[in-house]
């Protein structure tokens, strides 16, 4: 009877591990991405400038389409840096404290500015988070 009971457990507890969900690895939450504030192509004057923020000429395909820049942030959050600049920290908190969205919002601007190569991306005028950066480092 002792050794049915424990063979049956056993039995149980291996095909619970095989019958577990395999984990795989999450991206960030696409709800912790604000919007960027500016659509590609805005104000072109005919030379390859369009305008972002306060009326600062940009690249017109800045921003990128927000899925290319999402999985341009997934990737170096994955990588924890940069993957098109490596010395740069790509950290990526979920929470709310000021750090936190520090962290956060430091990591959206490297992953813009950084998109095709080291420096080599949009402007942070080509979004709101710049604007978003000052007021989150206002906070008390």
């Not at 939450?29 to 390859?48: C, E, I, K, Q």
């Not at 990526?92 to 991306?121: C, D, M, W, Y």
């Amino acid at each position: 009877m002792k050794f049915s009971t424990v063979f049956l457990f056993a039995a149980a507890a291996v095909s619970s591990v095989y019958a577990a969900p395999a984990l795989h690895a999450r991206g960030v939450d696409p709800n912790l991405v604000p919007a960027f504030g500016v659509v590609a192509g805005s104000g072109a004057d005919g030379h390859g400038n369009c305008v972002g923020i306060n009326g600062v000429l940009i690249p017109c395909a800045c921003p990128p389409p927000r899925d290319q820049f999402i999985a341009s942030l997934n990737a170096n959050v994955a990588a924890g840096h940069m993957i098109n600049n490596p010395p740069i920290a790509a950290p990526f908190p979920t929470g709310n404290s000021k750090p936190e969205q520090q962290a956060r919002i430091a990591t959206l601007l490297s992953t813009l500015q950084n998109l095709h190569g080291p420096g080599v991306g949009c402007p942070a005028v080509s979004t709101v988070y710049g604007q978003l950066q000052q007021q989150i480092n206002a906070l008390p």
